[in-house]
């Protein structure tokens, strides 16, 4: 019995050795397989994470979001599962798609969330100075400012409900900054009837013996030298004329616009119809052509426009 005894204890701790030699040994191999291909070990690890992911790997790139996308495969459940641990965290994929999410939020201005049904609407709130003031700002601001439907809106607004069919060669914004400028100078025109300035009459008008000129009274004036001269007598003999301008509406082409309104005077012959045309020669516009007569129905009520 001493001996079967001694023999089996003998027995247990050569056994307990060669386990321990073992895996020593095992542990060595391991060390030296890992240190002789680790790249082989990452490319594996990825491979077998793809592969059991299947399409849901590809859902997840296509949705860019945080969540995991379900579906009714058992395959596509376990490989979107341990995504769940990392919401807070973010894993590789997560945190390289980061930084972009970040740049395309803080880059995006409010003007550029809205629907351009909407920023349009409220671009049309704006003046014609400061939708220019606007548009420099910055890149984001100019491209909504020079947005076309915002340049109708306002011509529609500040000048009138015509011309809705017409499609402007260079845009709604050009079209209505030379409709402006000839707005403005058909108002300069009235202002020099107001202050009887020749000198400033001459200036206005075209120096060319096709220009014309037709006063309340119906007498024509035919030629430069003849319609400067009418407006002298005309300046000499009103004492002063105190009117208003009304339902201007202009029409511009690329060298010639005309512009028809009606004016109202402090005298019993009532309202007239007026309409005076004008032509860009050498970076200006010049008038050749003036046009007043008696309107008829008296009974006008127009919004009056400035200019």
């Known amino acids: 019995m001493e001996i079967a005894s001694s023999f089996a204890g003998d027995f247990s701790f050569f056994q307990f050795l060669g386990a321990i030699a073992v895996s020593g040994l095992c542990f060595l191999f391991a060390i030296f397989a890992v240190r002789l291909f680790p790249a082989s070990f990452g490319r594996k690890s990825r491979s077998v994470e793809s592969d059991g992911a299947g399409c849901g790997a590809s859902l997840r790139k296509a949705c860019s979001c945080a969540c995991s996308c379900n579906s009714s495969g058992s395959g596509l459940a376990t490989a979107t599962a341990p995504a769940a641990p ?48 606007l548009s420099m700002t910055n890149s984001l601001m100019r491209k909504a400012a020079n947005d076309d439907s915002a340049w109708k809106a306002l011509y529609h607004k500040d000048f009138t409900l015509e011309q809705d069919s017409v499609t402007p060669t260079n845009g709604w914004k050009a079209y209505y900054a030379v409709t402006r400028a000839i707005v403005n100078i058909n108002a ?8 009887r300035s020749i000198t400033a009459m001459s200036h206005l008008w075209f120096n060319a013996d096709y220009v014309k000129c037709v006063h309340a009274s119906g007498e024509l004036f035919t030629g430069y ?35 028809t309104m009606k004016t109202f005077v402090d005298m019993d012959t009532g309202p007239f119809n007026v309409t005076n045309v004008y032509e860009f020669h050498n970076g200006h516009w010049f008038m050749v052509h003036h046009h007043s007569s008696v309107l008829i129905d008296g009974e006008v009520d127009q919004p009056m426009v400035n200019g």
């Open 86 to 133: 990392y919401l807070n965290g973010g894993t590789e994929e997560m945190l390289d798609r980061a930084p972009v999410v970040s740049e395309r939020q803080t880059g995006a201005s409010m003007m550029e969330q809205l629907v351009p049904e909407i920023t349009t609407h409220a671009l049309s709130y704006l003046d014609y100075p400061s939708l220019c003031r």
């Open 188 to 195: 300069e025109f009235f202002n020099i009837i107001r202050e």
């Open 225 to 259: 030298n003849a319609v400067i001269e009418s407006w002298q007598l005309a300046f000499n003999w009103d004492q002063g004329v105190d009117f208003q301008v009304r339902d201007v509406r202009a029409r511009v082409l690329t060298d010639m616009a005309w512009v």
